[in-house]
């Protein structure tokens, strides 16, 4: 079982960077995909960055690529989002998850999920 807790959201402005983080319970962090995702409002849970077991390989949404930063720091076991240039629209509850070894960008591909860490970006 691998409990993850997100940390590092918060109310900002538009235009302004928030840096989130993820922490993992498990010792075997390093075997495990990390994916962050988030969920605004009325809407579903939507992907926003992955990144690979050995941190060698990213992939993001379309709406956040130039502006959002997935990385891992596995001495550390965690993963951390870096966002910059926030716009309204990036309001919502971010999410981290995992998966051992390989993910995707589907939500269901995904084992152990983080409680949450609420993003609001003010226009």
């Known amino acids: 079982q691998v409990q993850l807790v997100e940390s590092g959201g918060g109310l900002v402005q538009a235009g302004d960077s928030l840096r989130l983080s993820c922490a993992a319970s498990?010792?075997?962090?390093?075997?495990?995909?990390m994916g962050w995702f988030r969920q605004a409002p009325g809407k579903e849970r939507e992907f926003v960055a992955r990144?690979?077991?050995?941190?060698?390989?990213?992939y993001y949404a379309d709406f956040v690529k130039g502006r959002f930063t997935i990385s891992r720091d596995n001495a550390k076991n965690t993963t951390y989002l870096q966002m910059n240039s926030l716009k309204p629209e990036d309001t919502g509850v971010y999410y981290c998850?995992?998966?051992?070894?390989?993910?995707?960008?589907?939500?269901?591909?995904?084992?152990?999920w983080g409680q949450g860490t609420q993003v609001t970006v003010s226009s």
């Open positions: 998850a995992a998966k051992w070894l390989v993910a995707g960008s589907q939500s269901s591909e995904y084992n152990y």
């Open positions: 498990t010792r075997t962090f390093y075997n495990y995909a």
């Open positions: 990144i690979s077991w050995r941190g060698g390989t990213t």
